[in-house]
């Protein structure tokens, strides 16, 4: 496709719940970002991946969060036992070089996540 | 702590009017500074700068950084209605991420 493309848009789970949030990164693009926008806020960094290698997870709020990427194209964010603070946009981003830095990130739409 | 700051966070102004926004930033191991547009979806990349002194345009917009100060401005001139959104600063280190400010809300009325 010509961006990058998340599913679903929009995410409504009960508290507990787990949810998969699906990334489909812009064809080539070896470099793929997940963020997670607060109401109000800019975005904030959870992870990164060079390909299917997961190179940087600092970001992560905590180990119920996990993302993956196995075939160096679509990447699933995942959160098990989800909690009202988790209630955000998350948004997905895409870059075509592999060194880091010095290359625009290219976004998704994302999907608004309610924990009720 | 790296930490991207902007300013005002928002703005009302009618159209026609020009704006000025502002983006300071530390951060470590600097790489390049990212201006967004932000309305109800994507964020929409406009400007990448890593040179100091450099000017970027694209029609009514243009950006400028300077490295030694650690500020950048994003310029607006002739708003237009269509220009009202959350413009977005962001600064790429080492590591690939970008650590983004909390915005800017730009309002333009008719």
């Known amino acids: 496709g010509a961006g990058v493309s998340q599913s679903p848009r929009y995410k409504v789970a009960k508290r507990g719940q787990d949810v998969a949030l699906r990334c489909d990164p812009i064809s080539g693009h070896v470099s793929l970002f997940w963020y997670q926008q607060a109401l109000g806020q800019g975005p904030e960094f959870l992870t990164y991946f060079q390909n299917e290698a997961q190179l940087d997870k600092s970001g992560l709020p905590s180990d119920r969060f996990f993302a993956e990427r196995p075939e160096g194209s679509v990447s699933t964010l995942k959160i098990q036992r989800t909690q009202q603070e988790d209630s955000a946009v998350y948004l997905c981003?895409?870059?075509?070089?592999?060194?880091?830095?010095?290359?625009?990130?290219?976004f998704g739409d994302g999907t608004r996540l309610s924990i009720l | 702590e790296d930490k991207v700051v902007q300013s005002p966070l928002s703005l009302v102004v009618h159209e026609g009017d020009t704006v000025t926004l502002n983006c300071s930033y530390e951060v470590t191991n600097f790489r390049s500074l990212l201006w967004y547009k932000q309305e109800k979806k994507a964020p929409t990349f406009l400007f990448m700068l890593?040179?100091?002194?450099i000017e970027k345009k694209s029609g009514r917009l243009s950006s400028i950084l300077d490295k030694k100060e650690l500020f950048s401005i994003l310029n607006i001139t002739a708003t237009q209605t269509g220009d009202s959104a959350i413009y977005l600063c962001?600064?790429?280190?080492?590591?690939?991420?970008?650590?983004f400010g909390k915005g800017t809300k730009l309002s333009v009325k008719p």
């Open positions: 981003a895409s870059s075509f070089r592999r060194e880091r830095g010095n290359q625009p990130q290219h």
């Open positions: 962001a600064v790429g280190g080492s590591q690939g991420n970008l650590i």
């Open positions: 890593t040179s100091s002194g």
